[in-house]
């Protein structure tokens, strides 16, 4: 039996699932995602969008928040975000 896919939108408000917990990995020296059996290391536009995953804000908030922070038009900053998520979500690393 397969669990049915959790389709990301703007409207999805992300969170890290319990059991995965966002680290600074002092032997790699780069901020990482652990989870049970794994371990995803993170480049620092992923580390800034997870770091905003805590259940509280949606995903359109994230995008208008990095967009603002970075500078960047929000429609690029929304379409690579929910790719990102999508992409951890579909892997059992992120709720949504």
Known sequence: ????????????????????????????????????????????IALEIVKRCKGEANIDAIAEDLAASFSAPKDVVLKD???????LTDKRILTA
């Open 1 to 44: 039996m397969t669990a049915e896919r959790i389709e990301i939108t703007e409207a999805s408000v992300p969170a890290l699932p319990r059991g995965v917990k966002l680290r600074f990995d002092k032997q790699r020296d780069q901020w990482v995602l652990l989870a049970p059996e794994r371990l995803f290391v993170l480049d620092n």
């Open 81 to 87: 975000v929910i790719a990102l998520l999508q992409d």
